[in-house]
């Protein structure tokens, strides 16, 4: 299992990176759009802090294959380090899929609503495909549900394409990914925060120091 970063904020992934274990950012144009910071400088910042082999996701914005394919050049051009173009699952985007999967470069098949859209995102060449669980959820759908039929899909047909779950609202909507065969997930910076917090770990850690005090008049084992 890996954990990505959903933000462009940059001191938010320097100081996550500096304590999760964290396998690379993803963005989205609205991720950019929140920074109010020129993007290329922003994904250059980001690039930086994370270094050259953590993967930097990038989206495009065009709506046909070939704006896209243009879009998809400008940054890889332009970033270094290991880059994964971010592609929608529409009609045009699987275009730009096949054409850019000719050419190797890394494709993520994103805005995943069905376990269909990840299967053709998938026959066409694509690396990652990305459900968006919160947002399922939000249409009255499942978006577990879905995450473990694209699961079941491409182990049915031996497929190389791997799931990063993506939207999420809540701990409880990772935890369940995971279980449903997401290989990764891209969480937003509050929302990693929260994936390991739980009361009850600081009130045993408080209560194990005050005891080690009282006994031994020390904070810590060395002093
Ligand atoms: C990630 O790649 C997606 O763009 C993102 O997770 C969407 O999340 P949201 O539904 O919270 O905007």
Same mark, same amino acid.
């Given at each position: 299992?890996?954990?990505?970063? /959903?933000?462009?904020?940059?001191? &938010?992934?320097?100081? $996550? ?15 950019? #759009? ?6 290329? /400088? ?31 050049? %400008? ?9 994964? #173009?971010?592609?929608?699952? *529409? ?7 096949? $054409?850019?999967?000719? @050419? ?6 994103? *805005? ?16 990652? #495909? ?8 939000? +249409? ?17 047909? @031996? ?8 939207? %999420? ?7 369940? #990914? ?7 997930? *891209? ?16 009130? /045993? ?7 080690? @005090? &009282?006994?031994?008049?020390? /904070? +810590? +084992?060395?002093?």
């Amino acid at each position: 299992m890996r954990l990505y970063i /959903d933000s462009a904020n940059v001191e &938010k992934i320097r100081r $996550l990176t500096e304590y999760y274990p964290i396998a690379g950012v993803t963005t989205n144009p609205s991720i950019l #759009v929140k920074e109010n910071h020129p993007f290329l /400088d922003t994904l250059r910042q980001i690039r930086e802090v994370i270094g050259t082999e953590k993967e930097l996701f990038v989206q495009v914005l065009g709506e046909t294959a070939e704006e896209m394919v243009e879009e998809a050049t %400008f940054i890889t051009d332009r970033l270094s380090g290991s880059i994964v #173009v971010k592609i929608p699952v *529409t009609e045009e985007g699987l275009k730009a899929i096949k $054409l850019l999967a000719g @050419q190797n470069v890394p494709i993520l098949a994103t *805005t995943i609503y069905t376990s269909f859209q990840a299967l053709m995102a998938a026959l066409s060449g694509a690396k990652y #495909v990305a459900p968006y669980v919160n947002r399922i959820d939000n +249409l009255t759908g499942n978006g577990v549900k879905v995450v473990a039929e694209i699961a079941q899909l491409f182990a049915a047909y @031996q497929l190389p394409t791997e799931i990063v779950a993506a939207s %999420f609202k809540n701990v409880q909507q990772v935890h369940d #990914v995971c279980l449903a065969g997401a290989e990764a997930v *891209t969480v937003g910076h509050e929302l990693i925060e929260k994936l390991i917090a739980f009361p009850a770990t600081l009130a /045993d850690v408080h209560a194990f120091k005050t005891e080690w @005090q &009282k006994t031994f008049g020390t /904070d +810590l +084992l060395h002093s």
